[in-house]
């Protein structure tokens, strides 16, 4: 029989499998609603829609180079239990090498691409959810091209709990460019250099130092000058290039890179969750409602 749109709308909502994965299975089932069911809890695809509200805020970072291209990825697990898993490390692998190799535009874009095995990268994650047991996300990655007069720096905090890729051009020092990358995972600045951080944050904390002064009971006459020099300090907390080096803190991060004739282009650093909300679970409360549920 033929497939329609309403059925395949409902199978997604018992099921919250895919709209493509709803109709493959309506398709191979002839429309059987039950067996359709049937179909996507074998293949997998129905357990790992059933776990699509959990939150996943574990996981792991990791970063592949290759020639002159990098990619710094996060796929999140819903335990750290799991993010030390073989099968979730392997994952984790597989999908480095797709997006390195495919280069696709966002995780929305990755996720319908095919891998060397056949499979959709959505379907391949959903497999490892089905054998794993617990809620897996592709989150984010980002892809970097240098040239050859460059270095890639990439350092792995925690077995990937952090992860930083920097890009130092005009030097192939890769020892160095990584030395740069595990002072941005201990520091955490948001930006290279001052000419980054937006008129618009500059003002706010010029004013928010201000009425600090202020408040102070500092003199308005000289007040302008202190925000200044406050303000200097500022940068220092949030540009990797006036932060004192945590290998030589005699020595500026900006000193040290031009030292070896190069300049830092970027940096992208990802923490393992940083920016999920994760839910806080009351264990004794869980356990009663599925004692009151029996």
Not at 27 to 40: C, P, Q, R, S, V
Not at 45 to 53: L, Q, V, Y
Not at 147 to 175: K, P, Q, W
Not at 195 to 214: F, G, K, M, W, Y
């Given at each position: 029989?033929?497939v329609?749109a309403?059925?395949v ?6 099921t ?10 309506l ?6 609603m ?6 996507l ?8 829609a059933k ?5 996943a ?9 290759e020639?002159n291209?990098?990619?710094i990825l996060?796929v ?5 239990f799991?993010?030390?898993n073989?099968?979730?490390?392997t994952?984790?692998k597989?999908l480095a090498?797709?997006?390195?190799k495919?280069k696709p535009?966002?995780?929305?874009e990755?996720?319908t691409?095919t891998?060397?095995n056949?499979?959709?990268v959505?379907?391949?994650i959903n497999?490892a ?9 592709l989150?984010?990655?980002t892809?970097v091209?240098?040239?050859d007069n460059?270095?890639?720096g990439a350092?792995l905090?925690?077995?990937?709990r952090?992860?930083?890729l920097?890009v ?5 020092d890769?020892?160095?460019a990584?030395?740069?990358a595990?002072?941005i ?7 290279v250099?001052r000419?980054q ?6 003002e ?5 130092l ?10 308005e006459n000289?007040v ?10 500022y940068f220092e907390?949030v ?22 004739g ?8 990802y923490?393992?969750?940083e920016?999920i ?8 409360e ?6 009151n549920?029996?």
């Amino acid at each position: 029989m033929a497939v329609t749109a309403q059925m395949v709308k409902e199978l997604r909502e018992k099921t919250g499998a895919g709209m493509m994965d709803c109709k493959k299975a309506l398709t191979e089932t002839n429309g059987d609603m039950d067996k359709a069911i049937d179909f996507l809890r074998e293949k997998g695809i129905a357990k790992a829609a059933k776990k699509a509200d959990r939150i996943a805020a574990e996981g792991l970072t990791s970063i592949v180079t290759e020639g002159n291209d990098a990619v710094i990825l996060e796929v999140n697990s819903e335990t750290d239990f799991v993010a030390k898993n073989e099968g979730f490390q392997t994952l984790v692998k597989d999908l480095a090498a797709h997006l390195l190799k495919n280069k696709p535009a966002s995780v929305e874009e990755a996720l319908t691409q095919t891998m060397e095995n056949g499979a959709t990268v959505n379907d391949h994650i959903n497999a490892a959810i089905a054998k794993i047991g617990e809620k897996l996300t592709l989150r984010r990655y980002t892809i970097v091209s240098k040239t050859d007069n460059d270095a890639f720096g990439a350092y792995l905090h925690m077995g990937g709990r952090i992860s930083v890729l920097t890009v130092l051009e005009g030097s192939t020092d890769a020892e160095a460019a990584k030395d740069v990358a595990m002072h941005i995972a201990a520091l955490n600045p948001k930006y290279v250099s001052r000419d980054q951080v937006s008129q618009e944050e500059v003002e706010h904390e010029r004013q928010v130092l201000t009425q600090q002064a202020l408040n102070e009971g500092k003199p308005e006459n000289i007040v302008a000058k202190m925000v200044e020099g406050r303000l200097g300090k500022y940068f220092e907390d949030v540009c990797v290039l006036d932060q004192a080096f945590v290998k030589n803190p005699d020595q500026k991060v900006r000193q040290f890179v031009e030292s070896k004739g190069a300049t830092l282009r970027e940096f992208i650093r990802y923490e393992v969750g940083e920016g999920i909300e994760k839910r806080e679970d009351n264990f004794a409360e869980e356990v009663m409602n599925q004692v009151n549920k029996q």
